[in-house]
């Protein structure tokens, strides 16, 4: 991201970059889904609910749904200030708008993105019981809200005078999608696993 600003020196520039890179985990996302797609199918195959338990399952799906929303937004909060958190590099002072992270490394980044998309998806699994679908589709949602809010003319602009595009207002936005869909999508299976296992073991640890 940081060689991306460089080449966009401009405030201007770099709204217009940002613009374009606003909505572009969905495209990676769909990829991904693409992938995933032959293995939910054989799932759903797999799993063919008998008709008593459609019937049981048509009864819930207003909870079904008001989960999924609920696991999609809190994903999305969680691996958001998860990132801010472990995303780390220099970090400077700036009078006007606090502290600035330098561009971590991409290990640091791959970190940050799997551990906090895996904390996302353990927490939805543990409270909601849903998929890790919704942690992985969070992806777009933390891309977008990163990038909104580091798209402001006045912070741009003041950064772009005072600072070198190697430093950021946000860290999150120091995240590429491809990096942000990959990583996240790989944490948010991890920890959902980490969720089954975990409510397995809770479940038989007295017996």
């Known amino acids: 991201m940081a060689a991306l600003l460089q080449l966009n020196p401009a405030a201007e520039q770099r709204q217009t970059l940002l613009a374009m890179l606003k909505w572009d985990s969905i495209f990676w996302l769909v990829i991904v889904a693409?992938?995933?797609?032959?293995?939910?199918?054989?799932?759903k195959i797999m799993s063919s609910p008998r008709p008593a338990e459609k019937q049981k399952n048509s009864n819930s799906k207003p909870v079904q749904y008001l989960n999924a929303i609920i696991a999609l937004?809190?994903?999305?909060?969680?691996?958001?200030?998860?990132?801010k958190i472990f995303a780390q590099d220099v970090e400077v002072f700036d009078n006007s708008l606090g502290s600035l992270m330098a561009q971590p490394s991409v290990g640091q980044i791959?970190?940050?993105?799997?551990?906090?998309?895996?904390?996302?998806?353990?927490?939805?699994?543990?409270?909601?019981?849903?998929?890790?679908?919704w942690p992985a589709i969070a992806c777009v949602l933390v891309t977008a809200f990163a990038a909104s809010t580091y798209a402001n003319q006045e912070v741009l602009q003041y950064l772009v005078q005072r600072w070198p595009p190697t430093f950021f207002s946000n860290t999150v936005v120091s995240v590429l999608p491809l990096q942000m869909v990959a990583f996240g999508t790989l944490g948010s299976i991890a920890g959902y696993w980490m969720g089954v296992r975990y409510s397995y073991w809770r479940k038989h640890e007295n017996k």
């Open 110 to 133: 791959v970190f940050a993105v799997f551990v906090s998309f895996g904390l996302a998806a353990f927490v939805v699994k543990k409270f909601l019981d849903v998929s890790y679908i």
């Open 73 to 83: 937004v809190g994903s999305a909060l969680i691996a958001y200030f998860g990132i």
């Open 34 to 43: 693409a992938g995933f797609a032959g293995v939910l199918l054989g799932q």
